[in-house]
Structure formats: structure tokens, C-alpha cells
């Protein structure tokens, strides 16, 4: 029995379920049911419009940020559908998938929302994956970091592929949702906490909401890969893996300080940066392997909704926040 390579598996079985975690983060996925319509942007509008409420780098960094965003969860939804779900044939794992796959639709919409609320020029927000080095090279890295599992003929078998099967998960999966998308979190939450685009920002948290998830998942699934075939995680592999990660935050900063350069009121630039090297500590370790940085988390605020830790805190203590759609409440 494993959950990649077995000739067992029949992927319209469903029932009985071997990998119970599976179905897990999928329950989880449906009981965070959201839509980003059902948060005003009404006030984000009036402040957009006013100079007096948005300084030029606030600005700045909420474009940096819907432009690396709006095309990245697009990227994400193809690289699920396209590329893990023919590989991962265990059906438990591929209801999640499917699930995962909808919910970048939704964050797909969010991005489209805010562009249509604000009035932004869409070919500028996405066109900025190609026009911002910054926000470029976090997505080429992605992009060249997972092409194996893009190859059509790519198959599972033999220890050779499932190594690269798993560094490509870890691309998708802890870089690009656990590592890429956290220091623009941080920024956009950081705004909300002063006031500002809070409609926006809150689509931010229901989105991180979703990417923990999404990461918990790619997390199982690349430990249970391991667990399975342990013979290609050795020393020489899980260095290579760390060089990825190492050269990921280095990005992930890099883009920090292109959209924040100023930092933001009581937060400077370097904070967030910290933040990049703490999250990347976690997601190392969530893997197996030692961490990095040893940074304090410089955002404690933070880690109420994204520490993977503390998932279930986060539900409990934001219940009315967050249940299915059907009885949502707002503060
Ligand atoms: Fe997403
Ligand atoms: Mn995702």
C-alpha cells in the first residue's frame, strides 16, 4: 500500500480510505467556504480614490501585491490540475485536489474583484509577472523549479522520479504557497490592522486561510512520500532541498523590499524580511529538515491565522468569522 506507484489503487475507489488526513484538510477546505463578494470593498474604494488616505508607497505595495497574486494563483490552479493530479492517483488525496483546485478559482475571482472594484487597468496588474523583476523571478523560479512534472511523458516510477516528484511538490507547495505568498500577506494584514483596504485585506485572510491548508496537505503528502520510499530522501537530496528553500527566501526578500521599500508605519522594511526567514524556519521543519534563520517571528499577530501549528486555535477563536457560508457573521 503507498500512495504513489501502487498498482492497487484504483482511482474511483474511494472508499476504504487509507490516508484519513486527506480527507481531513478536505472537510476543512469545505467548512471555509467563501466567496470574495461577500466582503465590501466599498470603503477600499473611497480610500483608493483619496490621496489622503493612501500614501504613494501604500500604493505601491498593494499593486506589487495584486500583480505577483492575480497571476499567481492561476499559475498554482494549473500546476494542480495540470501536473500533481496525474501523478497522485490515491483517491482521497485527489477529492482534496479537486477541492484545492476550486478554491484557486476563487482566489482567481478575488483578484478579478478587486481589479473591476478599483477600476485598476488589467493589463497592468497582469502583466506585472512579466513587467516587475522581482515579482519575474519569483515565478520563473517557480516555473523552472517544477518543469519535470510538467513533462507529459514524466512518470512516478524508479527512486530518480520520485525524487523529482518531490522536489517539485516542494516547489508548488512550500515555496510557492508557504514561502512566496507570505511577506505580501504580512504586508496586506499589516494595512488592515491600520484601517486600510480593509476589504481587501480581509479577502487576504480568508485566501491565507486556504493556502494554509493547501500547504498542510502538500506537507502530508510529501512526508507520506517520504515515509514510503525512504531510500530518496538521503544527506545529498535534503541538501539540494535546502538550497532551494535558502534560495527562495532570498526572493521572497527581494520582493519585500521592492514593494515596501519604506516599510510600513511602526513596520520597516527589514521586519518583514525577518518574517520571510521565520515562516521558512517552519515550513523546513514541517519537512523534516533543520531550520535556517532563527528568527523570532516579528508579526505575533501573524501567526494567530497562518502558524500551521495553531490551525485549530485559529478556527476556534475566530468561530463566528468563519463557518460555511450559509452563516457567515462580520465584525
Ligand atoms: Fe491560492
Ligand atoms: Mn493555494
Given at each position: 500500500m503507498a500512495i504513489i506507484n501502487n498498482p492497487a489503487t484504483d482511482p474511483n475507489k474511494i472508499l476504504p480510505m487509507k490516508y484519513l488526513w486527506a480527507r481531513k484538510h478536505y472537510k476543512d477546505g469545505v467548512a471555509n467556504n467563501w466567496t470574495p463578494?461577500?466582503?465590501?470593498m466599498q470603503k477600499d474604494v473611497e480610500q483608493w480614490k483619496s490621496s489622503s488616505h493612501i500614501s504613494p508607497h501604500e500604493r505601491r505595495l498593494i499593486l506589487w501585491n495584486l500583480g505577483f497574486f492575480s497571476t499567481a494563483e492561476s499559475l498554482t490552479a494549473n500546476n494542480i490540475v495540470l501536473a500533481v493530479y496525474r501523478n497522485v492517483t490515491n483517491p482521497e488525496c485527489r477529492q482534496y485536489l479537486l477541492r484545492q483546485a476550486y478554491e484557486e478559482a476563487v482566489h482567481t475571482d478575488t483578484f478579478i474583484y478587486c481589479c473591476d472594484t478599483l477600476g485598476l487597468d488589467p493589463e497592468e496588474i497582469y502583466n506585472m509577472y512579466k513587467t516587475i523583476p522581482s515579482i519575474k523571478k519569483k515565478d520563473d523560479y517557480v516555473v523552472e523549479l517544477t518543469k519535470s512534472i510538467f513533462?507529459?511523458?514524466?512518470?512516478?516510477?524508479?527512486t530518480e522520479n520520485i525524487r523529482k516528484f518531490i522536489h517539485d511538490l516542494i516547489g508548488y507547495?512550500?515555496?510557492?504557497?508557504?514561502?512566496?505568498?507570505y511577506a505580501g500577506f504580512a504586508m496586506m494584514l499589516a494595512l488592515k490592522r491600520q484601517n486600510k483596504m480593509v476589504g481587501i485585506g480581509e479577502q487576504f485572510e480568508y485566501i491565507m486561510r486556504d493556502e494554509s491548508l493547501h500547504l498542510a496537505f502538500g506537507c502530508d503528502l510529501i512526508n507520506t512520500i517520504k515515509n514510503e520510499n525512504p531510500e530518496v530522501w538521503d544527506a545529498a537530496f535534503q541538501e539540494d532541498i535546502v538550497g532551494l528553500i535558502r534560495k527562495s527566501v532570498e526572493l521572497e526578500k527581494e520582493y519585500s523590499f521592492d514593494a515596501c521599500?519604506?516599510?510600513?508605519l511602526g513596520i520597516n522594511a527589514w521586519q518583514f524580511c525577518d518574517y520571510v526567514e521565520h515562516i521558512a524556519d517552519r515550513r523546513l521543519e514541517r519537512i523534516g529538515l533543520p531550520k535556517l534563520f532563527n528568527k523570532e517571528n516579528p508579526f505575533p499577530w501573524m501567526s494567530v491565522s497562518t502558524d500551521l501549528s495553531k490551525e485549530k486555535n485559529f478556527f476556534e477563536t475566530r468561530v463566528t468569522e468563519y463557518?460555511?457560508?450559509?452563516n457567515l457573521q462580520w465584525d
Amino acid at each position: 500500500m503507498a500512495i504513489i506507484n501502487n498498482p492497487a489503487t484504483d482511482p474511483n475507489k474511494i472508499l476504504p480510505m487509507k490516508y484519513l488526513w486527506a480527507r481531513k484538510h478536505y472537510k476543512d477546505g469545505v467548512a471555509n467556504n467563501w466567496t470574495p463578494e461577500e466582503i465590501s470593498m466599498q470603503k477600499d474604494v473611497e480610500q483608493w480614490k483619496s490621496s489622503s488616505h493612501i500614501s504613494p508607497h501604500e500604493r505601491r505595495l498593494i499593486l506589487w501585491n495584486l500583480g505577483f497574486f492575480s497571476t499567481a494563483e492561476s499559475l498554482t490552479a494549473n500546476n494542480i490540475v495540470l501536473a500533481v493530479y496525474r501523478n497522485v492517483t490515491n483517491p482521497e488525496c485527489r477529492q482534496y485536489l479537486l477541492r484545492q483546485a476550486y478554491e484557486e478559482a476563487v482566489h482567481t475571482d478575488t483578484f478579478i474583484y478587486c481589479c473591476d472594484t478599483l477600476g485598476l487597468d488589467p493589463e497592468e496588474i497582469y502583466n506585472m509577472y512579466k513587467t516587475i523583476p522581482s515579482i519575474k523571478k519569483k515565478d520563473d523560479y517557480v516555473v523552472e523549479l517544477t518543469k519535470s512534472i510538467f513533462d507529459p511523458t514524466f512518470t512516478t516510477e524508479g527512486t530518480e522520479n520520485i525524487r523529482k516528484f518531490i522536489h517539485d511538490l516542494i516547489g508548488y507547495y512550500v515555496i510557492m504557497e508557504g514561502i512566496f505568498f507570505y511577506a505580501g500577506f504580512a504586508m496586506m494584514l499589516a494595512l488592515k490592522r491600520q484601517n486600510k483596504m480593509v476589504g481587501i485585506g480581509e479577502q487576504f485572510e480568508y485566501i491565507m486561510r486556504d493556502e494554509s491548508l493547501h500547504l498542510a496537505f502538500g506537507c502530508d503528502l510529501i512526508n507520506t512520500i517520504k515515509n514510503e520510499n525512504p531510500e530518496v530522501w538521503d544527506a545529498a537530496f535534503q541538501e539540494d532541498i535546502v538550497g532551494l528553500i535558502r534560495k527562495s527566501v532570498e526572493l521572497e526578500k527581494e520582493y519585500s523590499f521592492d514593494a515596501c521599500p519604506q516599510g510600513l508605519l511602526g513596520i520597516n522594511a527589514w521586519q518583514f524580511c525577518d518574517y520571510v526567514e521565520h515562516i521558512a524556519d517552519r515550513r523546513l521543519e514541517r519537512i523534516g529538515l533543520p531550520k535556517l534563520f532563527n528568527k523570532e517571528n516579528p508579526f505575533p499577530w501573524m501567526s494567530v491565522s497562518t502558524d500551521l501549528s495553531k490551525e485549530k486555535n485559529f478556527f476556534e477563536t475566530r468561530v463566528t468569522e468563519y463557518q460555511t457560508a450559509g452563516n457567515l457573521q462580520w465584525d
